[in-house]
T-cell receptor
Framework: GAGVSQSPSNKVTEKGKDVELRCDPI?????LYWYRQRLGQGLEFLIY????????KSGLPSDRFSAERTGESVSTLTIQRTQQEDSAVYLC???????????FGPGTRLTVL | LAKTTQPISMDSYEGQEVNITCSHN???????ITWYQQFPSQGPRFIIQ???TKVTNEVASLFIPADRKSSTLSLPRVSLSDTAVYYC???????????????FGSGTRLSIRP
């Protein structure tokens, strides 16, 4: 069956531009997560959705970051006024329930020049 | 806050059993322990999850002592394809009130040699 998909797979942008990253979770998965992974480092949790509700957004690194989710479907992560430090792979995952196995997408590699 | 501590790297040889230990001294009563595997340029992949004692599946075993302050991922008879980064994750996502409670950490980079 279809797994978690993310688009674009790669994004190169100039400093100061806004970018929007998309995640399509596995159908029926109520929970959705966004992570950031810098080169050679571990995963940094950003935000978690249960349905279209985000219980806590404090994992987002700054107010330039925001995320939305439509129902129990697509989610978008928006980074405004991108900075070079935002360069990383952004990973999305979904799961059936709250403690269940997370299924990860392939990630979006963001490069800010 | 259930912070996890793992060795940065480990080396082993094909056919050997590999054990990776994760420390989580502040684990909470409702926390589960989950291990993920990540290959380069891919998202992490679930390996195994447990709450206490021992859990075994087709790819690994997870040993959790009674105090639950550590856990050990055991990979039997590793092959070259087991070369990856392994993450220990502790948490009860269903009751997370703070995003900072979901922590993957830097993981353990496992290298398997012929």
């Amino acid at each position: 069956g279809a797994g978690v998909s993310q688009s674009p797979s790669n994004k190169v942008t100039e400093k100061g531009k806004d970018v929007e990253l998309r995640c399509d979770p596995i159908s029926g998965h109520t929970a959705l997560y966004w992570y950031r992974q810098r080169l050679g480092q571990g995963l940094e949790f950003l935000i978690y959705f249960q349905g279209n509700s985000a219980p806590d957004k404090s994992g987002l690194p700054s107010d330039r970051f925001s995320a939305e989710r439509t129902g129990e479907s697509v989610s978008t992560l928006t980074i405004q006024r991108t900075q070079q430090e935002d360069s990383a792979v952004y990973l999305c995952a979904s799961s059936k329930g709250q403690i269940n196995e997370q299924f990860f997408g392939p990630g979006t590699r963001l490069t800010v020049l | 806050l259930a912070k996890t501590t793992q060795p940065i790297s480990m080396d082993s040889y094909e056919g050997q059993e590999v054990n990776i230990t994760c420390s989580h001294n502040n684990i909470a009563t409702n926390d589960y322990i989950t291990w993920y595997q990540q290959f380069p340029s891919q998202g992490p992949r679930f390996i195994i999850q447990g709450y206490k004692t021992k859990v075994t599946n087709e790819v690994a075993s997870l040993f959790i002592p009674a105090d639950r302050k550590s856990s050990t991922l055991s990979l039997p008879r590793v092959s070259l394809s087991d070369t990856a980064v392994y993450y220990c994750l502790v948490g009860d996502i269903g009751r997370y009130s703070s995003a900072s409670k979901i922590i993957f950490g830097s993981g353990t980079r496992l290298s398997i040699r012929p």
